[in-house]
Nanobody, 125 residues
Framework: QVQLVESGGGLVQAGGSLRLSCTAY????????MGWFRQAPGKEREFVAA????????LTDSVKGRFTISRDNAKNTAVYLQMNSLKPEDTAVYYC??????????????????WGQGTQVTVSS
């Protein structure tokens, strides 16, 4: 059974930093893209960042220059989201996501993949 375990959320002041981690258990995803979504109160879940198996990255415009995504294809595949210069509008529950197939992109999200349980990020002004 696949499980994505997230950690690293919390409360931080505007301008601060947080690092989110997500480790996959039950299956290796070395050839899959991995990524992050977020959902703010009253809003739809949105794509944040993705990293391909070869390290290529994609970030949504609102976080470019502030967030960095990376991965570690060791025993348990892990993906990280380094968030700098955080803003109050970054406040959301952040979800780790891995598509079921290595041929599917992260950006679409949806039911054809695995989701983490979510970790709360709160940025105070």
């Amino acid at each position: 059974q696949v499980q994505l375990v997230e950690s690293g959320g919390g409360l931080v002041q505007a301008g601060g930093s947080l690092r989110l981690s997500c480790t996959a258990y039950g299956r290796t995803f070395n050839m899959h893209a991995m990524g992050w979504f977020r959902q703010a109160p009253g809003k739809e879940r949105e794509f944040v960042a993705a990293v391909k198996w070869n390290g290529g990255t994609d970030l949504t415009d609102s976080v470019k220059g502030r967030f960095t995504i990376s991965r570690d294809n060791a025993k348990n595949t892990a993906v990280y989201l380094q968030m700098n210069s955080l803003k109050p509008e970054d406040t959301a529950v952040y979800y780790c996501y891995v598509p079921q197939s290595p041929f599917l992109p992260v950006q679409v999200g949806g039911i054809n993949g695995y989701w983490g349980q979510g970790t709360q990020v709160t940025v105070s002004s």
